[in-house]
C-alpha cells in the first residue's frame, strides 16, 4: 500500500475515533440519538474540514462519503454501547487521545502532499487534532480540554512536527515516519490523562497582568 493509500484509511480510523469521543460527550448530555450522530459527526470531520478550507482543498468528506458513513456508524453504535460503560469520562479522555495522535500526524502529512511549506503543515497537523473537539466541547457547553493544565495542544505539535522531523530522513519511508509520529503525541497525551504531565502553567509577577 502506498503513502496515500494508508493515509487514506488510517483518516478513517481517525474520524471513526473521534466521531466516538463526541457521541460519547453527546452521552454525558443524554442525548438522543440523532445528538449522538450530530455531535460524533462535528467531531470526528470538523478539525479536517477546517484544514482542507484553508488549504484551499476539496473539504474531504464531501468528495468521499465514506467518512459521513463512518461517522453515523460509530455514533450510532456509541448510542446503544455508552450505558454499558460505566466509566464513560474515562472513555472519553483515550478516544480523544487516540483521534489526536492520529490526526495531528495525517493532518501535517496531507499539507505536505500538497506541497505546504513544512511550518504550515505542522500548524495544520495541531488544527486537524484539535478543532473537532472545540466545536464539539463549545456546543455542548463543556469545559473545552484545550484549556485545562494537562498537555493537549503540545501533544499534536509534538506529533505534526515529529513528522515533519521524520519524512526529512532520506533512509526513512514516509509510511513509516506516519506511524511512527503517532507515538510521541500519544505518549505525551497518556501520560497527562494518567499522571496529569503538563507544561509550567502563567504565573504573574509583581502587579503585572
Known sequence: MNLAGIIAYCDLVAVGVFAASGALAAAEKRLDVLGFVLFG?????GG???RDLLLQLP???ISDVRYLWVCITVSALTWYIAPMLSVRRKVLLWA???????????GCAK??????????????????????????DTLLGRESVLLGAEIYVTAALVGAGMYVALV??????PSAAL??????AFILR??????GWHLPSYRRLGNGP
Open 41 to 45: 459527526t462535528i467531531t470526528g470531520v
Open 96 to 106: 480523544d487521545a487516540m483521534g489526536l495522535a492520529l490526526f495531528s500526524v495525517l
Open 168 to 173: 526529512s530522513n532520506a533512509f526513512l519511508e
Open 190 to 195: 497518556a501520560g497527562a490523562i494518567q499522571a
Open 111 to 136: 499539507a505536505l502532499q500538497y506541497d505546504a511549506p513544512w511550518i504550515v503543515a505542522v500548524v495544520m497537523g495541531v488544527m486537524s487534532a484539535s478543532f473537532g473537539g472545540l466545536i464539539r
Open 179 to 184: 506511524l511512527l509520529a503517532m507515538v510521541p
Open 48 to 50: 479536517g474540514t477546517l
Open 59 to 61: 473539504v474531504f468528506w
